[in-house]
């Protein structure tokens, strides 16, 4: 795990990684323009897109999962730990907002983290989580964070989410340039990101999705013998 937010940090302080942020930020921010005065988790490695509300947020804490210490390549106002994904170390509906990067789909145990997630969020919060795009060419390049893990396909994230009672508000791809250094300059960048999202929609390097509580979800249906009374009678046929 240590070895894994070693190459993160040198990632995102690459040219590739500073475009990606560059890019991803203008899809997080459009789904979350004003934090002031909430509550901000980041589970994975989210601190390259915390400091895109470190100004309006009442408080943040970026959770890493794994073992060893916490370990930022830069210096921020808001708290850092380690967590267990299967349980978080929080109150139950403390956080008006969770992003996740780079967390579902390094985890073995991707539904227990996102119950133990339905759990410290607030009955009207919201969760934002970025995967890999199983049609993109992040997900097939091991030299980035976005190559690491299991990707998903969009069908494939919204049925893990609606199995762990959420309910999917916006599902779409994003992060279109390769991860080649030269295409992630600000205005081939940019040209390429609105290019793709038109021609190959389907085809971003990362799938991102905006979630909400599903309190209607309800519990699954138990297997314990019930009997009642029928209104009519019932006849044998053949």
Same mark, same amino acid.
């Given at each position: 795990?240590? %070895?894994?937010?070693?190459?993160?940090?040198?990632?995102?302080?690459? *040219?590739?990684? *500073?475009?990606?942020?560059? @890019?991803?930020?203008?899809?997080?921010? $459009?789904? &979350?323009?004003?934090?002031? /005065?909430?509550? @901000?988790?980041?589970?994975?490695?989210?601190?390259?897109?915390?400091?895109? &509300?470190?100004?309006?947020? $009442?408080?943040?804490?970026?959770?890493?999962? /794994?073992?060893?210490?916490?370990?930022?390549s830069r210096r921020s106002s808001y708290a850092e730990c380690l967590i267990d994904g299967a349980s978080l170390p929080f109150p139950d509906l403390s956080f008006h907002r969770v992003l996740m990067v780079h967390a579902?789909?390094?985890?073995?145990?991707?539904?227990?983290?996102?119950? *133990?997630?339905? !759990?410290?969020?607030?009955? %009207?919060? !919201? @969760?934002?989580?970025?995967?890999?795009?199983?049609?993109?060419? &992040?997900?097939?390049? %091991?030299?980035?964070?976005?190559?690491?893990?299991?990707p998903f396909s969009p069908r494939q994230i919204r049925e893990q989410m609606r199995e762990s009672m959420f309910h999917v508000e916006s599902c779409g791809t994003a992060l279109y340039p390769p991860p080649f250094p030269p295409l992630h300059r600000s205005r081939l960048g940019d040209f390429i990101e609105k290019a793709g999202s038109t021609v190959l929609p389907s085809c971003g390097g990362v799938v991102i999705v905006e979630a909400v509580k599903d309190m209607w979800g309800g519990l699954p249906v138990t297997t314990t013998n019930t009997c009642f009374d029928l209104v009519r009678q019932v006849l044998p046929t053949g």
């Open positions: 795990m240590q %070895d894994e937010v070693r190459s993160a940090n040198v990632f995102y302080e690459a *040219a590739t990684g *500073a475009g990606a942020v560059r @890019l991803l930020a203008r899809h997080l921010t $459009a789904a &979350w323009p004003d934090l002031s /005065g909430q509550t @901000l988790l980041g589970i994975g490695y989210t601190q390259p897109f915390l400091p895109l &509300w470190e100004e309006q947020a $009442a408080f943040i804490v970026a959770a890493r999962l /794994g073992n060893g210490t916490s370990s930022s579902l789909e390094t985890t073995q145990a991707s539904r227990d983290l996102l119950r *133990a997630v339905w !759990k410290v969020m607030r009955d %009207d919060g !919201k @969760l934002l989580l970025v995967v890999p795009n199983r049609r993109g060419v &992040w997900a097939h390049s %091991d030299t980035t964070p976005f190559g690491q893990g299991t």
